[in-house]
């Protein structure tokens, strides 16, 4: 059974970064897309970006395009979230998720994720 944990979130300054880490186990995730995704108060949650099995695919919300970076590293079995000027919008719980599909997909959408992990905070203030 595939687990993800989160970390890395926390309090950080308008204009700030933070990293954060989906830590996997049970399984390698080469055969996994996995998402990033946030859920602000009393809003959906929505997809933030996401990398394909194959690590060669990879797509982003336009409200991130261009500070937030995804990434894995095979040896870890982990992937990051490289979020750089961060915006009080960007609060949110931060959640991973995975869905075992075929190396070079991966979809952003929430619905397509059976594995998920508990969740992270972040927040932008000053």
């Known amino acids: 059974q595939l687990q993800l944990v989160e970390s890395g979130g926390g309090l950080v300054q308008p204009g700030g970064s933070l990293r954060l880490s989906c830590a996997a186990s049970?399984?390698?995730?080469?055969?996994?897309?996995i998402g990033w995704f946030r859920q602000a108060p009393g809003k959906e949650r929505e997809g933030v970006s996401c990398?394909?099995?194959?690590?060669?695919?990879?797509n982003y919300a336009d409200s991130v395009k261009g500070r937030f970076t995804i990434s894995r590293d095979t040896a870890k079995n982990t992937v990051y979230l490289q979020m750089n000027n961060l915006k009080p919008e960007d609060t949110a719980v931060y959640y991973c998720?995975?869905?075992?599909?075929?190396?070079?997909?991966?979809?952003?959408?929430?619905?397509?994720?059976?594995?998920w992990g508990q969740g992270t905070q972040v927040t932008v203030s000053s």
């Open positions: 998720a995975a869905v075992r599909t075929s190396t070079n997909f991966c979809p952003i959408r929430p619905l397509f994720y059976n594995y």
């Open positions: 049970g399984s390698t995730l080469d055969y996994y897309a």
């Open positions: 990398i394909s099995g194959s690590g060669g695919v990879t």
